[in-house]
């Protein structure tokens, strides 16, 4: 890559998050001459965002620590109609009191990454429903629209991906790109915002917003992505069979999230210790050169890491040690994840099957017959080889929980109430 000369750039690259830029030379220039403002926009389609937002908001995390100033675009206005990238069908539609909620919660995660603190290099919340539910729809068609043509809507891949696959796109859908392109436009208006940053399968919508501010305000804008995060295996990064990673506690305990990072392939510690830590690349360059079992040490420091930025570092410590006492000592740690279990259930006697379903272990009783067989259940740390065993009260440890564990990573404490 081209020799950089901001702060800003300059990371970016060495801890591999540049992808594409329209203009790096320039933006790597401006970058270097002083603050700029820079966006990444998330819709508000759930209470929490996940583990795959991480790459973004580590972005404006460096943005930010090289001083420079992050925006972080709700979705208040665009949630409202639903981003078809990647999408084979539409996504429900959500009142305006659900999207606020969801506003609220996905703050909390930004809090921890991001200063909110009003100084010049302070993070801004913005939300585009300031501006897009003020829009009149025949001023839009006229200042905005004309500035589109169908002919190159119908190339972007968020509206081939439905047509090719004879899925129905509505109209609504259709104009989301034409609003992410505005609101780069009025980002540009009301911060001075010239950067645009997301990942590569947003590079279409980017570039449209670059192209618009050019043709409404003659505005010099720049777009930068992200090379799409999958792991060694090929997996769509932050994706398990358990389902999302997600970043706020009351959905998932800093525990499994520290399992999470913890059980990283071997081939993306290295990787995963640059995006999504901020220890100094030499460290990291330390840790990835270990070798054999001790690349489990550079996994536990991932997680460790990874775990204190989300949760803090009382969470973080606490976790490691429950995962320490668990997988080292064989101990039965206070911090697993629990599931509360009505006590009559246990005292009828309660299947081996409907536990580990009711842990969350598993999807169905299938699926915890095929771990039975394969000898991949423990009650209280024994093997469990008889599918149609019963558990009741005698299986109680003197904690009053029962232990239940999938393979050698995945625990959880029945408790009766």
Same mark, same amino acid.
């Given at each position: 890559?081209? *020799? ?42 759930? *209470? ?220 993306? #510690? ?93 999807? *169905? ?35 009053? #929980? ?16």
């Amino acid at each position: 890559m081209t *020799s950089l000369k901001s702060d800003f750039l300059n990371v970016l690259s060495e801890r591999g998050y540049i992808h594409q830029c329209s203009d790096l030379e320039g933006l790597d220039a401006k970058a270097k001459a002083g603050p700029i403002t820079a966006y990444i926009g998330f819709d508000a389609t759930g *209470s929490s965002l996940h583990v795959g937002h991480m790459i973004s908001i580590m972005m404006l995390h460096w943005l930010q620590e090289t001083g420079h100033r992050p925006i972080t675009l709700m979705g208040g206005g665009t949630t409202k109609i639903g981003d078809p990238s990647g999408k084979d069908e539409s996504r429900k539609l959500l009142s305006n009191e659900v999207i606020d909620e969801n506003i609220v919660g996905i703050r909390k995660a930004f809090e921890r990454f991001l200063r909110y603190d009003g100084g010049a290099t302070g993070a801004v919340m913005a939300n585009n429903a300031d501006w897009l539910d003020e829009l009149l729809y025949i001023p839009l068609l006229r200042d905005v629209g004309r500035h589109f043509t169908v002919n190159r809507m119908l190339t972007f891949d968020s509206v081939k991906l439905r047509l090719d696959r004879e899925q129905p796109l509505t109209f609504l859908e259709f104009n989301y790109m034409i609003l992410q392109a505005y609101d780069f436009v009025e980002l540009h208006k009301r911060h001075g915002c010239v950067l645009q940053m997301g990942g590569s399968d947003q590079w279409g919508n980017i570039v449209n917003g670059i192209d618009l501010g050019r043709r409404m305000i003659d505005a010099d804008l720049f777009g930068l992505t992200t090379p799409l995060l999958t792991t060694a295996s090929g997996a769509k990064m932050g994706k398990t069979a358990a389902g999302a990673v997600w970043l706020n506690a009351d959905l998932l305990s800093p525990y499994d999230y520290w399992q999470f990072w913890r059980n990283t392939a071997d081939a993306d #510690v290295e990787r995963f210790l640059k995006l999504f830590t901020t220890l100094p690349l030499g460290e990291i360059a330390k840790l990835a050169a270990l070798g054999g079992n001790e690349i489990n040490e550079a996994k536990k420091v991932l997680a460790t890491e990874t775990t204190r930025l989300l949760h803090g570092s009382e969470a973080a410590e606490a976790a490691a040690e429950t995962a320490r006492r668990t997988f080292e000592e064989g101990a039965l740690a206070e911090s697993l994840p629990t599931v509360e279990i009505p006590a009559a259930e246990l005292e009828a006697g309660l299947g081996l099957l409907t536990a580990v379903v009711k842990a969350g272990l598993a999807k *169905s009783n299938g699926e915890v017959r095929r771990h039975v067989q394969g000898g991949g259940i423990r009650i209280n740390d024994k093997a469990m080889e008889d599918e149609r065993t019963v558990l009741g009260t005698g299986d109680l440890t003197p904690e009053g #929980v029962i232990k239940v564990s999938v393979g050698r990573k995945k625990h959880v404490l029945l408790r009766p109430v």
